[in-house]
């Protein structure tokens, strides 16, 4: 990583120096279509899971040469509870009665539920495979490669599928965003890369056909101190109480909005109905979900718009528990308003954690904040799985844990209507943590020579 340079003197007057280039010009629209594109590959091949590794519903294959009366062809495979389905009985799709009992029974003119108490017929494994329900799907990844039955392996298999899709969609994304969004010019400046800097600006000011003064950052004077470098990377993200704080804190936060995002988003193949239309439904609320974290961002208070916005994520998804059975369209408009309502908050918290770190280590942190939360994406899919043991038991968990969560991000610094911090010395201060100076990176000559006879003092 470039060395950051405490020389903040070519920073300090960001704001004021670039101010003719207006708020939303030709440059600002580009910018913000393209890093909105940018984004559509990582959806596309993330959730791309939700369809194809979904699990058809399947049964225990019969060889077709058996000499199986249609009475025992049809009852050969067991009655098993459904926790899913509130513990109504319907065919297991793992076992089967042993084959050999029931052309025993067949040969004898026996008939099933009559002649034969089915409780008493021993069971086996599905040893001839399945068969699927194509219904919906052709083939899914999970028929074709009978992904089923075997837990200890499927349910890693399909969640490293969703992490790999997450990896090979955010790779796409920032090739994209790379090849062609200009470098921020404030972390430049920031590194002291200033020509670069405004060689960026002119070009957006061309663009957004202003004219752009001869001289855009004029050096500040800065009599009395010495210029000292020193690389900042992302263990400074934990060096120092405040910001060590500020980063858990974000991680967790992070991380819980991923839990729920990915959870809700997952969950639409196993809501009533058309699974393309829920999937869909589930992606057009973002639409406005997006629109009102940008009416938030503009005249809210960011750490409110955080906490409510969680807060009700964890609320909507709780009333699920209590909605009955039977009002399946209702249940799905509150699971639609609980994705409603994280993704708005997901909207906020990258901007809100971009404002609350310097520039120096701005593109760092929201980096490892992003990474932090790709364990959320990782165990995601394993709260849909909850559902086999209980129907309720995901929308408790992530329920709550978006809820706690939301109570949590009340202990962030406000950042609304203040400006950008460009060094560490300038970032606020986290609830319980001290007034301090984490980094020096700046001495005035006093401070030189004191450490200097220090140093000398030492050797002696």
Not at 111 to 128: Q, Y
Not at 152 to 158: D, G, L, Q, R
Not at 220 to 232: A, C, F, H, M, Y
Not at 380 to 409: D, K, Q
């Amino acid at each position: 990583m470039p060395a950051a340079t405490s020389d903040t003197s070519k920073i300090t007057d960001y704001e004021a120096a670039t101010s003719f280039l207006g708020e939303w010009g030709r440059f600002h629209q580009r910018a913000f279509l393209l890093l909105c594109l940018s984004f559509v590959p990582n959806g596309l091949t993330a959730l791309s899971v939700v369809f194809l590794a979904d699990t058809p519903d399947h049964r225990c294959a019969l060889p077709a040469h058996l000499n199986l009366s249609a009475a025992w062809r049809n009852s050969s495979i067991p009655l098993e509870e459904d926790a899913s389905r509130g513990g109504a009985l319907v065919p297991s799709k793992c076992s089967r009665y042993k084959v050999e009992y029931l052309l025993n029974y067949t040969e004898r003119g026996l008939l099933p539920g009559l002649d034969v108490n089915l409780s008493n017929v021993p069971k086996e494994s599905c040893l001839d495979g399945w068969e699927f329900d194509h219904s919906v799907y052709e083939s899914t990844i999970v028929s074709e490669w009978n992904l089923v039955c075997d837990e200890s392996w499927k349910k890693p298999f399909t969640s490293s599928m969703f992490f790999g899709g997450i990896l090979a969609g955010s790779f796409v994304s920032g090739q994209l965003s790379d090849r062609f969004i200009p470098e921020s010019p404030r972390w430049l400046l920031s590194q002291g890369r200033v020509e670069e800097a405004e060689v960026i600006i002119r070009n957006a000011a061309k663009m957004n056909r202003i004219e752009s003064p001869p001289v855009i950052f004029r050096p500040l004077k800065n009599e009395g101190r010495t210029t000292e470098t020193r690389v900042l990377n992302i263990c400074d993200l934990l060096r120092s109480p405040n910001i060590r704080w500020l980063s858990v804190t974000l991680w967790l936060v992070w991380n819980t909005l991923t839990i729920a995002y990915y959870a809700l988003s997952l969950n639409t193949a196993n809501l009533h109905g058309n699974p393309f239309l829920n999937c869909f439904l589930s992606a057009v609320i973002e639409i406005p979900a997006y629109a009102l974290s940008w009416v938030m961002f503009r005249w809210c208070s960011r750490r409110l718009s955080q906490f409510s916005t969680l807060f009700a994520g964890g609320l909507f998804i709780f009333i699920i528990l209590f909605i009955p059975r039977h009002l399946v369209a209702l249940s799905i408009t509150f699971e639609m308003l609980g994705k409603f309502a994280v993704s708005t908050a997901f909207a906020v918290v990258y901007a809100y954690t971009a404002e609350l770190y310097p520039t120096v280590l701005r593109n760092t942190a929201v980096g490892a904040c992003s990474t932090a939360s790709r364990i959320g994406s990782i165990i995601a899919p394993y709260f849909i799985y909850l559902r086999t043991y209980s129907v309720f038991l995901p929308y408790i968990i992530v329920g709550s844990l978006t809820a706690l969560t939301a109570l949590l991000s009340l202990l962030l610094p406000e950042s609304f209507g203040m400006p950008l911090p460009d060094t560490i010395s300038q970032m606020q201060r986290f609830p319980g943590c001290c007034q301090e100076r984490p980094y020096i990176l700046t001495r005035t000559k006093e401070e030189e020579n004191s450490a200097e006879e220090k140093s000398l003092a030492r050797q002696l």
